[in-house]
């Protein structure tokens, strides 16, 4: 991905333009992974468990100076990013196990759904 600013990371290639806000949420995300496992470490969570994490997160943030708070936003937005994959990986095998359910597509196949992410 082509960033719209000066910082460049591995994972940039020319299909699609990332705002910043998109680059640091995605660096985030892959912080977050190198840090925790990844999907397997994800996919042992409750999606249930999710909310309280973004929430632990979002606490931290009133008692940061307002400085900080956008790099906190940044922790949050990437794990809301990362309830989403879980769901996702957990729809998806829930529909393999069902092939009756009613799944977006997209979902089932693990088709990108939008280019930038």
Known sequence: MTRVNAHQTAQ?????MLTIAE????DERARQDAQWGGPTYDDQQRLSDFPFYIADQCEKMTREKAAEHRSRIVK???????TLESYDR???MVAQQSPS???????LTGEPICPKF
Do not use: H, Q
Request: negative net charge.
């Open 12 to 16: 940039d290639a020319p299909a699609a």
């Open 23 to 26: 680059c640091d949420i995605r």
């Open 76 to 82: 949050i937005a990437a794990l809301v990013v990362d």
């Open 90 to 92: 957990e729809a998806r």
């Open 101 to 107: 359910g009613n799944m977006n597509l997209r979902i």
